[in-house]
């Protein structure tokens, strides 16, 4: 079975600085990845995805993540950080074939950003 | 444009007693789901639907029921409320089982007391 695996719980950055979020997932075959983003008292929404196109994937604000394979990593990073980029960060991996197909999330990184 | 509608947004309960979380969507999606969410442990899959009259057990399915007469609605049924199930639940909505894509209603708060 297909999971994601997210180092670190909690990650505080400052205003401007890089943000890294991990993803590892464990998959015998290529898979679909997922990072969705939540803010406080609201439900996640799809910050970006890959389905095995280009490698590099672009999300909204500015937010990106890298496909390795070698690696089984699927981080999320954002060359400067924002106050409003504060929030619930989740790494997702779909599992099962057909009809069975369904996302598996990790247990989330919370980025905090300070001033 | 509504999205996915999650009710009620907050309730309490106490052990043993039953209610519905309801759940609408208007975008004709035909993959609907629920999940749940508790700190540290991320969202778990409870009950999911691939089409109207057609549903199928998650990861966290005991305790729960749920049902699709029509496209639009997917509730979420506590036949015997358990302190266990002191969680915020999300439904979420897809064109298709496959893409991932989900879209999230907003979230309900149970408290079981």
């Known amino acids: 079975a297909q999971s994601v695996t997210q180092l670190g719980s909690h990650v505080s950055v400052s205003e401007g600085a890089l943000v890294l979020l991990r993803c590892n997932y464990s998959?015998?075959?290529?898979?679909?990845l997922f990072w969705y983003v939540q803010y406080p008292n609201q439900g996640l929404q799809l910050l970006l995805k890959y389905t095995s196109a280009a490698t590099l994937v672009k999300g909204i604000n500015g937010f990106e993540a890298e496909f390795k394979k070698s690696e089984t990593s699927f981080h999320l990073t954002k060359p400067s950080a924002h106050m409003s980029d504060a929030a619930e960060y989740f790494c997702?991996?779909?599992?099962?074939?057909?009809?069975?197909?369904?996302?598996?999330f990790g247990t989330g990184t919370r980025l905090q950003v300070t001033l | 444009n509504a999205g996915v509608t999650q009710t009620p947004k907050f309730q309490v309960l106490k052990t043993g007693q039953s209610m519905t979380l309801q759940c609408a969507q208007d975008?004709?999606?035909?993959?609907m789901s629920w999940y749940r969410q508790d700190p540290g442990m991320g969202l778990r899959l409870i009950h999911y639907s691939v089409g109207a009259g057609i549903t199928d057990q998650g990861e966290v399915p005991n305790g729960y029921n749920v049902s699709r007469s029509t496209t639009e609605d997917f509730p979420l049924r506590l036949l015997s409320a358990a302190p266990s199930q002191t969680s915020v639940y999300f439904c979420?909505?897809?064109?298709?089982?496959?893409?991932?894509?989900?879209?999230f209603g907003e979230g309900s708060r149970l408290t079981v007391l």
């Open positions: 975008m004709n999606h035909e993959y």
């Open positions: 997702a991996v779909t599992t099962g074939t057909g009809t069975a197909s369904k996302l598996t």
């Open positions: 998959s015998s075959v290529p898979p679909y």
């Open positions: 979420a909505s897809s064109r298709d089982y496959f893409t991932g894509e989900l879209f």
